[in-house]
């Protein structure tokens, strides 16, 4: 059980973490007015979720320890990560600059985040459109890597519990396949912390694990499969 200090500053957060978002509301007037540079959206992103982390760690409490640095490609590549919270979608922002995220297009509705994402641009996503929804994310994966950016898929579709076994949907294999770029695995453990679906955030440390990459090539069934089998070993790892 949580102590109702821990309780108290999680629900402090949560409301000095809405109020950095509106400051970021007002920001993005200026940014549109300047006519919308994804590049200038992209770094305000980044202040924004610079944000977010200082407040996690001196209100409630969480920091993160990265391990693998050595481990990221010099060219951009596909990054694939577990998901388990809302720590990772702000936090890889800053592990890895200029990335382009796919994620969900419903994200796109939430006040200012949503804006920012639209304009950075990330790559929204309907799950319910099928073979479209594939189509977009290789053609939009393909744009930003041509212009310099990694992309980052989350392949389990949606957060997972701390201790679910990792598997990924089938359609990361097409995407790596088509984009010809390395593979990225990385593992994290921040739904011990950021607890799922529960306001209440837990103090400690989030471990990351940046993981060897795969090259491009590769077959993609084995390829796929041995990024997922590299991020539950990691999982076990780390805890």
Same mark, same amino acid.
């Given at each position: 059980?949580?102590?109702?200090?821990?309780?108290?500053? *999680?629900?402090?957060?949560?409301?000095?973490?809405?109020?950095?978002?509106?400051?970021?509301?007002?920001?993005?007037?200026?940014?549109?007015?300047?006519? *919308?540079?994804?590049?200038?959206?992209?770094?305000?992103?980044?202040?924004?979720?610079?944000?977010?982390?200082?407040?996690?760690?001196?209100?409630?409490?969480?920091?993160?320890?990265?391990?693998?640095?050595?481990?990221?490609? !010099?060219?951009?590549?596909?990054?694939? =990560?577990?998901?388990? *919270?809302?720590?990772?979608?702000?936090?890889?922002?800053?592990?890895?600059?200029?990335? !382009?995220?796919?994620?969900?297009?419903?994200?796109?509705?939430?006040?200012?985040?949503?804006?920012?994402?639209?304009? =950075?641009?990330?790559?929204?996503?309907?799950?319910? !459109? @099928?073979?479209?929804?594939?189509?977009?994310?290789?053609?939009? @994966?393909?744009?930003?890597?041509?212009?310099?950016?990694?992309?980052?898929?989350?392949?389990?579709?949606?957060?997972?519990?701390?201790?679910?076994?990792?598997?990924?949907?089938?359609?990361?294999?097409?995407?790596? *396949?088509?984009?010809?770029?390395?593979?990225? +695995?990385?593992?994290?453990? =921040? @739904?011990?912390?950021?607890?799922?679906?529960?306001?209440?955030?837990?103090?400690?440390?989030?471990?990351?694990?940046?993981? +060897?990459? &795969?090259?491009?090539?590769?077959? +993609?069934?084995?390829? &796929?499969?041995?990024?997922?089998?590299?991020?539950?070993?990691?999982?076990?790892?780390? @805890?």
């Amino acid at each position: 059980m949580l102590g109702a200090m821990q309780k108290i500053r *999680s629900y402090l957060f949560a409301g000095l973490w809405t109020l950095w978002t509106a400051i970021f509301g007002l920001v993005l007037i200026v940014v549109i007015a300047l006519g *919308s540079r994804p590049k200038m959206v992209r770094a305000c992103t980044r202040v924004w979720a610079r944000g977010v982390i200082s407040l996690l760690k001196w209100v409630v409490g969480i920091t993160h320890h990265i391990d693998g640095l050595e481990n990221l490609p !010099a060219e951009p590549c596909l990054i694939v =990560s577990n998901h388990q *919270s809302a720590w990772e979608t702000i936090t890889y922002l800053l592990f890895f600059p200029e990335v !382009a995220i796919i994620t969900k297009i419903e994200l796109l509705k939430i006040p200012v985040f949503g804006a920012y994402l639209k304009r =950075s641009p990330m790559i929204p996503i309907d799950r319910d !459109a @099928g073979t479209k929804a594939l189509r977009q994310m290789v053609d939009e @994966g393909q744009r930003a890597l041509e212009h310099g950016r990694s992309v980052l898929i989350f392949p389990e579709g949606t957060r997972q519990a701390p201790d679910a076994n990792v598997e990924f949907k089938r359609g990361v294999e097409l995407l790596y *396949s088509k984009l010809n770029a390395p593979l990225l +695995p990385v593992a994290m453990n =921040s @739904g011990r912390f950021w607890l799922p679906g529960n306001q209440t955030k837990r103090a400690g440390v989030i471990r990351v694990a940046i993981l +060897p990459s &795969i090259p491009a090539g590769q077959k +993609p069934q084995e390829a &796929i499969k041995a990024a997922e089998q590299h991020v539950q070993t990691a999982l076990n790892q780390i @805890g």
